[in-house]
């Protein structure tokens, strides 16, 4: 999780027998290296790091990856290219990929994915249209080179069991890990998931074909209603010719970022975008990461 998910949670996960990952969102490079370091000062567990395919210093963000010698690279927001994959493959990183469909899942095994993520349109932020019930169905019977693992939508043990159950090597989660003690989203933040129900968190609309836009749920507010603005602005200029359609999808993905931390970490969380997944309305009271992974885990033993 962008802006959250960095030393302080993912160490904490690390040590409580998760798998921490460092979201790079759009830190510059140092700031990566400093994260990473940071957390191994905090655990020797293994934790791993995502990074944004469209984030223009993609390239940078690897070396610092490959150079720090992370074990597991988590590749988000599009389909990552080939020589991406194959850099961390050669610097002995392991790749984790989102496949968003079994077709798309076959072709990222040929790409070179050691492991993939199925995560459901029920997920905070940036989501795909299909329902994590229907992807494990979907998927997981059919694809048994690699550890697969669910995301969207998952709260408690008794899904994790279920997932694990149906085949999922474990899950991904973030909305619940949102308001963990570990957690330095601001206390505004964490009280708006700690209020919301389910039903609060929705996905955007896209108004027109001429500007594609990647759905994000998050709790409706004003902030919700500035990116619709933005979008129909950004319309108008993309059908006159002033505007590249890739220009004006940068900027609706800049806007994301830079809502994301008015809201989780400068805590105005009318004008800022609050990133949540359905399963907000599960999340009802503020723990420690080893009481969330404690319960999380408690049917797999
Ligand atoms: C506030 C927030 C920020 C997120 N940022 C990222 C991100 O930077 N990269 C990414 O791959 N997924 C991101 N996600 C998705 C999570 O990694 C995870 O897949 C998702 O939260 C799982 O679904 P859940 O919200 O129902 O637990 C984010 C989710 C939230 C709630």
Same mark, same amino acid.
């Given at each position: 999780m962008a802006w959250l998910?960095?030393?302080?949670?993912?160490?904490?996960?690390? #040590?409580?027998?998760? %798998?921490?990952?460092?979201? &790079?969102?759009?830190?510059?490079?140092?700031?990566?290296?400093? #994260?990473?370091?940071?957390?191994?000062?905090?655990?020797?567990?293994? %934790?791993?790091?995502?990074?944004?395919?469209?984030?223009?210093?993609l390239p940078e963000l690897l070396?610092?990856?490959?150079? #720090?010698?992370? &074990?597991?690279?988590?590749?988000?927001?599009?389909?990552?290219? =080939?020589?991406?994959?194959?850099?961390?493959? =050669?610097?002995?990183?392991?790749?984790?990929?989102?496949?968003?469909?079994?077709?798309?899942?076959?072709?990222?095994?040929?790409?070179?994915?050691?492991?993939?993520?199925?995560?459901?349109? #029920?997920?905070?932020?940036?989501?795909?249209?299909?329902?994590?019930?229907?992807?494990?169905?979907?998927i997981l019977p059919h694809l048994e080179e690699v550890p697969v693992f669910a995301a969207g939508g998952i709260a408690n043990g008794k899904m994790v069991a279920a997932l694990v159950a149906m085949g999922a090597a474990g899950c991904q989660l973030g909305t619940r890990f949102v308001v963990a003690h570990e957690c330095i989203a601001h206390a505004n933040f964490k009280n708006a %998931?700690?209020?919301?129900?389910?039903?609060?968190?929705?996905?955007?609309? =896209? %108004?027109?074909?001429?500007?594609?836009?990647?759905?994000?749920?998050?709790?409706?507010?004003?902030?919700?209603?500035?990116?619709?603005?933005? =979008?129909?602005?950004?319309?108008?200029e993309v059908k006159a010719g002033t505007k590249e359609k890739k220009a004006a999808q940068l900027e609706l993905e800049h806007f994301w970022v830079g809502a994301l931390k008015r809201a989780a970490i400068d805590g105005d969380v009318e004008n800022g975008s609050v990133m949540a997944g359905q399963s907000v309305g599960l999340v009802n009271s503020a723990q420690s990461v080893g009481a969330i992974m404690e319960e999380l885990t408690s049917l797999l033993r």
């Open positions: 998910s960095e030393h302080n949670l993912v160490s904490a996960i690390s #040590e409580a027998g998760g %798998f921490g990952v460092l979201a &790079s969102g759009n830190m510059p490079p140092a700031k990566l290296r400093q #994260e990473i370091q940071a957390t191994r000062a905090r655990t020797a567990n293994p %934790f791993g790091v995502n990074l944004i395919t469209l984030n223009p210093e070396r610092v990856a490959i150079e #720090e010698r992370v &074990s597991h690279c988590v590749l988000a927001g599009g389909l990552p290219d =080939q020589p991406t994959i194959d850099a961390l493959k =050669q610097a002995n990183i392991k790749v984790i990929l989102f496949a968003p469909s079994l077709a798309l899942a076959k072709r990222l095994l040929k790409r070179g994915a050691d492991a993939l993520i199925i995560e459901g349109h #029920e997920a905070g932020g940036h989501v795909g249209p299909v329902s994590t019930s229907v992807l494990v169905q979907e %998931f700690l209020r919301a129900q389910s039903r609060d968190a929705q996905v955007t609309a =896209q %108004f027109d074909s001429v500007l594609p836009v990647i759905p994000v749920r998050a709790l409706v507010n004003k902030g919700t209603q500035n990116f619709n603005s933005l =979008q129909l602005r950004l319309i108008q």
